[in-house]
Structures are given as structure tokens and as C-alpha cells.
């Protein structure tokens, strides 16, 4: 693969990471419409017409620092703006094509543009898993494109070795039990020179402490203030793996390499409006807790890409 990194960086200058990544995001297409319209989105596509389609921008812009060392996160990315455009660099660079995505933790997932895509003539494969549990049924019950989507323990669920191109884990690391192992299972699943696609909500942050401490009526205020009409809240769980750290230190272990990486929520602003005061408390625990948490962001996003061959350092 081009390049000058080792895996878990995709590059090891800041500033030339930057560059990269904001020279990418100018030159692809524009933004989706705002996921908030599940029923809007074809998940199912079932257009089959080949059309190449026209080139986007590069894939593997993005920041990293030293091995071993998170790497500084790009501020006020649009969670589906950033997946949605590596999933059509990754189509573009696949022209003619059939493009297989899985989104594990389908009920969290952001919208990768499927429409346009199949639109556009590109072939699609899209399979949905989630844990089963009383939140997922009735939010595939609640969603008509969700129909098709397989519920059940993610640790055994059927996930054939390097099926999909493009794996989607949006929050589900951080409500699951056993989650290194559902991780290990789901980049077993990703063809060699895939992607997988990753979103985090931090349990170093600010934002996932209070996830986990809340009681639950006031973790269901803050769920309908941003996803109203959703089922919700899901479980917080928040193993070790959910954190920048747990991610970092998996993908170095792993042989992977970090494509980009972006954060949501808290002071990198980005996510849907927050119950009155929520901010405030965050800022308020950050400063409490003398360091130890953030309130820079809620969320961390990834764009992770699986070698061709996990041995190779990039040259």
C-alpha cells in the first residue's frame, strides 16, 4: 500500500495529515442528506446496473502520532459525512464492482449513502446484524428497512472470513459484553484491503462516565432529546475496548492501519441538540475528575483499513 506509515497510523506527520484530510474532503462529493430518515434510506438496493462511478477523493488521508500514542483528533466531523465518503472512495476504487457491506449494530448505524450509490449504478451486497435484546426488536420493528437484519448473540452469529468490503460498527462496542471478541470476529469478516468503520462512544470521556453512572430515567431524557421516536436508551456497558486507547492499542496488536479519524459531541460540537444543562455537566465531571476525562468529545469515529497482507509495513 502507498504510503509512509506502520500499521496503526496512516501517516506520521500532524500537519501533512491535515492537509491530506482537508484536501480530501474538498474534493469529493457532497455531503448526504442528514440520516435522520431511516425509512429514506435503501439499505436493500436491489439495482444492479453497472456504471463506473467518478473518481472521488483519496481514502487514506488522516492523522496519527507516534505508535502507542492516540492519535490527535480532527474536530466537527459529520459521523456519516466521513464514512459515506471513504465508502465511495472505496466504490470508486472498485469500480464494476459488487460492493458487500455489513452493519453490525445496524439499529445504531449511521447512513452510508446507499441511496445515491445504487443510484449511480453501484452494485451493493448490504447484510445487518445486532444483538438481540429488548431495544434492537423494536427498533427493527419500529424501522421497515431493518426488517431483513439477523438479531442474536454476536459471539455466534454466522460471519463468513473475509466476506464484506466495508464492515460497519457504529455504537455497539460500548453496549456489548465480550466486545474484543465480537471486534476480533467482525475484522475476520473484512476482505484484505477492506474497511472497517467504527464509531465509539468514549468511556474516557466525560460524556461515556456519565452514560454509565446516570440512573436510567435520566439516560432516557438525553436519548429522546437526541433520537426521539427512537427506542431507547441501549445498555451501558463500556468494556475497556470502548476508549481511544482500547481502539489504538487493538489496531496496533491487530495489523491495522488508521485511515482517519474523527470525534463528535462535547466541544467538537456535531451531534443533535442536548437536554439543557447536559453541556455544562460535562465540562463540570471533566474538571473533577482533574484530567482524567474529556469533555473535547463524546464520540470517536474511525475509518480502520485492513492490510492486503497484515506483515507488510508500508513503504
Not at 9 to 33: E, L, Q, V
Not at 187 to 206: E, F, M, N, T, Y
Not at 221 to 244: C, K, M, N, Q
Not at 301 to 307: D, E
Request: contains cysteine.
Amino acid at each position: 500500500m502507498p504510503g509512509s506509515a506502520v500499521p496503526g497510523s496512516a501517516a506520521t506527520d500532524p500537519t501533512a495529515a491535515t492537509d491530506r484530510a482537508a484536501t480530501d474532503r474538498a474534493t469529493t462529493a457532497p455531503a448526504h442528506p442528514a440520516a435522520t430518515d431511516r425509512a429514506a434510506t435503501d439499505r436493500a438496493a436491489t439495482d444492479r446496473v453497472t456504471i463506473a462511478l467518478p473518481a472521488s477523493g483519496s481514502g487514506t488521508a488522516g492523522g496519527a502520532g507516534r505508535i502507542g500514542t492516540p492519535p490527535a483528533v480532527a474536530p466537527r466531523l459529520a459521523g456519516g459525512d466521513l464514512f459515506s465518503r471513504h465508502t465511495r472512495s472505496y466504490a470508486a476504487e472498485n469500480s464494476g464492482q459488487q460492493i458487500t457491506i455489513l452493519q453490525a449494530g445496524c439499529t445504531t448505524a449511521e447512513d452510508l449513502d446507499i441511496g445515491p450509490l445504487s443510484a449511480a449504478g453501484v452494485r451493493l451486497g448490504i447484510s445487518m446484524i445486532d444483538d438481540d435484546n429488548e431495544v434492537t426488536r423494536a427498533a427493527v420493528a419500529h424501522h421497515h428497512d431493518m426488517r431483513g437484519a439477523i438479531l442474536g448473540d454476536l459471539r455466534s452469529v454466522s460471519l463468513p472470513p473475509r466476506a464484506y468490503d466495508i464492515v460497519q460498527c457504529s455504537s455497539l462496542l460500548g453496549r456489548i459484553e465480550n466486545a474484543e471478541l465480537v471486534l476480533d470476529r467482525l475484522c475476520a469478516a473484512v476482505k484484505p484491503g477492506g474497511l472497517l468503520l467504527l464509531r465509539i462512544r468514549d468511556r474516557d470521556s466525560a460524556a461515556g462516565f456519565l452514560d454509565r453512572v446516570l440512573p436510567g430515567p435520566l439516560r432516557s431524557v438525553i436519548w429522546r432529546t437526541r433520537h426521539p421516536g427512537e427506542p431507547g436508551p441501549h445498555v451501558a456497558v463500556y468494556e475497556r475496548l470502548a476508549s481511544a486507547r482500547g481502539v489504538q492499542s487493538y489496531v496496533l496488536m491487530h495489523g491495522l492501519v488508521i485511515a482517519e479519524r474523527g470525534a463528535l459531541g462535547g466541544l467538537a460540537g456535531g451531534l443533535p441538540r442536548e437536554p439543557y444543562g447536559y453541556r455544562t455537566a460535562q465540562k463540570l465531571v471533566a474538571q473533577l475528575s482533574r484530567g482524567r476525562l474529556t469533555s473535547a468529545h463524546e464520540d470517536l469515529l474511525y475509518v480502520i483499513r485492513k492490510p492486503e497482507d497484515r506483515f507488510a509495513r508500508i513503504i
